[in-house]
């Protein structure tokens, strides 16, 4: 069959077994447990030997289906859904570092990224070493035998900085390291992960893939390029289950021994915006190029980042990733911190709320609220000034976030 555009295939992915009443839609199955016809088949299926859904904290159907349209949409060799981002980005590191292993990632991270690996991750014996990741030379000076992955966002959030993928993609594949991304801030409609080496993506599904902030939601995306052989911490999946190893040790161990399941009920809302994911998107970019020069034009806003514009330092790196759609949040400075209070106070139509992606437009004053458990240093390495904020673009009519922005700064 021809291969097809984005929305084309997310409406078209089959489902795993055929519905005998014709749906459309995927059925939401709410059912906790699944009947077998005899003992020897359930003692089959825990065996391994017969697959078929058994229990919906590791399975069920609505959420395979679900997994099938995005490993579709993702051209990846495996997707496991779970509860949110975090957890995605949790249940990854868990599954393929262990005591005396360390990562290194980008230190302009998301805060609760941050606060994971920084916090959380040293409890189990497992140390992050921070890097600003532009320097090839920092990196390599950061790898040692006990190194199993690079991880950094693609878009950085709220800086919006965007990563040099081909050469962090270099020095792990140098290295036989994991490149491990968080693409929450760019989809799947405008970035092709497995085309520009990455391993294995983590996604916050609340985002954009919700549908327009409808439920929690996270996945994780096996692109089948890595060799798990070369990560010991995966040796007896490796043995067994071949290039499924890592999705193998998630189902079987991690995922399912730490409780963090995808719903059947937030699987058929994320479903839905798989369908309408690649509209949203394409109307909350024309959204953010308008704005943009729209706030470039104002003279209290002191700066403007958003890499889709192409005045934007940015831009040619959101051109040679993302087809110039580097996400659809962007930030603006004022010229202090009280005048970014003063004017999110005036806002009618934007909301002050903490999400990205919603089909309402959001602000937030970083600063105080996210970064909020951060030192002065710490909010300063991370280039999170006080008199920025982010604003998550909607799809809103543009004239009306015009207007209510004018209004807001007089």
């Known amino acids: 069959m021809k291969k097809t555009g984005f929305t084309t295939t997310a409406l078209n992915v089959p489902y795993s077994k055929d519905d005998p009443h014709k749906a459309l839609q995927m059925p939401l199955y709410e059912s906790v447990a699944f009947e077998f016809d005899s003992a020897e088949q359930i003692e089959a299926n825990f065996k391994g030997e017969y697959v078929a859904h058994v229990y919906s904290r590791t399975s069920s159907p609505t959420v395979e289906y679900f997994e099938l349209k995005l490993k579709a949409l993702t051209n990846s060799s495996g997707v496991l859904a779970v509860s949110s981002g975090m957890a995605a980005i949790s249940n990854t590191l868990f599954a393929l570092t262990k005591a005396g292993d360390n990562i290194i990632a980008g230190n302009r991270l998301f805060g609760h990224t941050y606060a994971l690996f920084n916090q959380t991750l040293p409890e189990f014996g497992v140390e992050t070493r921070f890097s600003d990741l532009q320097s090839e030379t920092d990196i390599e000076n950061l790898i040692d035998t006990n190194t199993r992955a690079i991880y950094f966002e693609t878009v950085t959030n709220p800086q919006l900085q965007i990563a040099n993928i081909d050469m962090l993609a270099q020095i792990a594949n140098k290295h036989n390291l994991l490149l491990i991304a968080d693409s929450t801030i760019t989809p799947p409609n405008v970035f092709r992960a497995g085309k520009f080496g990455i ?23 096996d692109h089948g390029n890595y060799d798990w052989k070369l990560n010991s911490n995966l040796d007896q999946y490796t043995e067994k289950f071949k290039q499924n190893a890592f999705i193998a040790k998630l189902r079987k161990n991690i995922y399912r021994n730490t409780g963090g399941s995808m719903a059947p009920q937030t699987a058929r809302y994320q479903i839905q915006g798989l369908d309408i994911l690649e509209l949203r998107v394409e109307k909350c970019h024309k959204n953010c190029l308008a704005l943009g020069e729209f706030l470039h034009s104002e003279s ?19 051109l040679a990733y993302f087809n110039g759609v580097p996400g659809t949040i962007m930030s603006f400075e004022l010229e202090s911190k009280e005048a970014c209070f003063a004017f999110m106070n005036q806002l009618q139509i934007i909301r002050r709320a903490t999400n990205l992606n919603d089909n309402k437009t959001l602000i937030i004053h970083p600063h105080s609220t996210i970064y909020s458990e951060f030192s002065e240093n710490e909010r300063a390495a991370a280039g999170i000034r006080n008199t920025m904020m982010r604003l998550s673009v909607g799809i809103e009519n543009v004239e009306d976030l015009i207007g209510d922005i004018e209004q807001a700064l007089e």
């Open 199 to 221: 391993n294995i993506e983590v996604i916050s599904t609340t985002k954009y893939i919700s549908g327009g902030a409808t439920s929690f939601g996270g996945a994780i995306i």
């Open 300 to 318: 209290k806003v002191k700066s403007v980042v958003y890499p889709g514009l192409k005045s934007d330092p940015g831009y040619e790196a959101a």
